[in-house]
């Protein structure tokens, strides 16, 4: 895609994203950028997917949105605002592999933006639709009932959504390429990398448990108060997860690639 056309498309979704208010100022300046390397390096197909991405979250953020902000509030580290970091978790991995793409022209790192691209709808949609589920969440380690929005969590109806977003994405990369078989490996690697995050986001996500409700929580503080840490690594947040979850669906997409 020719450096106008790339400006031009960028400039858009960021628009649509200020509009939205979906972005902090500083991530909103880093998300044109990423989409504009995207746009330019990728082509059209890239852009489409990465703007499927965001249309998604934004849709699925309107679906009762006050009962999401509910349950959100006490758990979540942070809002409904994305921030530098959060866009670097999401979206800087697969800027990387269409760099290498560029670098050497080996089409297996296109179908690994692609495969990255899925994963990245594959758990929003399993975050933001998957919190609405009337039935309880299990604890994708321990199969037991856990609180609605916990990190490791799933349900039904978020594995379904997952199913979903990756699909959707697989979709985009077989009309403009016409390959089955990539289809196929891009929907199992978007599907199979949110239970990816799932697994390290149970094991390994850090946790808090506040000392007045005893709610446990992402938070640092709760009912006004540091609530006290629960269990994980301190230093793997909710950004620092999704970026790990990002790496290893780009190796399994790699490996996968290999023996093909």
Do not use: W
Request: charged content about 15%; glycine content about 6%; overall charge positive.
């Amino acid at each position: 895609m020719n450096l106008l056309m790339a400006f031009l498309l960028s400039f858009l979704l960021a628009f649509l994203a200020f509009i939205k208010k979906a972005l902090t100022p500083s991530a909103l300046i880093l998300a044109f950028i990423f989409a504009f390397l995207i746009a330019f390096i990728g082509g059209f197909p890239s852009f489409l997917m990465l703007s499927t991405v965001f249309l998604s979250t934004v849709v699925a953020g309107k679906i009762k949105a006050e009962k999401r902000k509910e349950i959100s509030k006490d758990i979540h580290e942070k809002g409904h605002q994305k921030d530098v970091m959060s866009i670097i978790a999401n979206v800087a991995p697969g800027v990387f592999s269409l760099i290498i793409y560029y670098l050497t022209k080996n089409n297996c790192y296109l179908i690994v933006y692609a495969a990255l691209m899925a994963e990245a709808i594959s758990d929003s949609l399993a975050s933001d639709i998957g919190i609405l589920s009337k039935k309880e969440p299990i604890n994708i380690l321990t199969f037991k009932k856990s609180s609605a929005g916990l990190s490791g969590n799933i349900s039904l109806l978020g594995v379904f959504a997952s199913f979903i977003g990756s699909l959707l994405i697989a979709l985009i990369y077989l009309i403009f390429y016409h390959n089955i078989s990539i289809f196929l490996i891009i929907t199992t690697c978007g599907f199979l990398g949110n239970f990816i995050d799932s697994y390290l986001g149970a094991l390994f996500q850090v946790k808090y448990k506040c000392p007045k409700c005893g709610i446990i929580t992402e938070k640092e503080t709760h009912c006004d108060t540091k609530t006290k840490y629960y269990q994980g690594i301190k230093i793997l947040n909710n950004d620092m997860i999704n970026i790990l979850s990002n790496i290893l669906t780009g190796l399994i997409c790699y490996i996968l690639l290999f023996f093909i």
